[in-house]
């Protein structure tokens, strides 16, 4: 009877975790299975081990070591593109963002120009970024990143990328 109860649970945890990103699962998984498309699935610990990496990173390439420090923050990422076929059609690209919408996620960011749509949505629980999606679509290739973690808004704009001085200085300078 132990071993039913820790099934069901292990179960339910497992559904939670996969339920989550529902609409983002659906879309990669019909898409993936296409000629011209590539699905990129990088789990947290494959980032941890990059993170400590580190020292094979420039000195000088300060972005490098400052977007590292996220990666304890991030519990998986996945691309998917698709390049030299078909367009995506516009209803799976509207179901998609639909099925996000319903999922609590948020449009931080949203382009269009010259055929080409660029959104950016976040999912937020408790004060935390748990789900970052990107999604870009033109003429020539859809790509889609998802990113799971747990990180603060905080965390990203305390990051040193955002520091412009040094670039002003060498403009100055020149």
Known sequence: MKNLYILALLLFVTNIAFSQTRSLNKFINHHKVEDHALA????????????????????????????????????????????????????????????????????????????????????EKRNQIRNIAAFINSEDATILMSLSGRFKIEDLKNLKIWDYDKDEEELLSI
């Open 40 to 123: 990129i699935n990088v789990p947290g610990w494959m980032l941890d081990a990059i993170g400590l990496s580190s020292n094979f990173i420039d000195d000088d390439d300060v972005e490098a070591k400052e977007l590292l420090k996220l990666t304890d923050k991030i519990s998986r990422i996945r691309f998917l593109i698709i390049d030299d076929g078909p367009e995506v059609e516009k209803k799976d690209i509207n179901k998609l963002l639909k099925g996000l919408q319903n999922e609590q996620f948020e449009e931080l960011l949203s382009v269009r120009s010259e055929g080409t749509q660029v959104r950016l949505l976040i999912r």
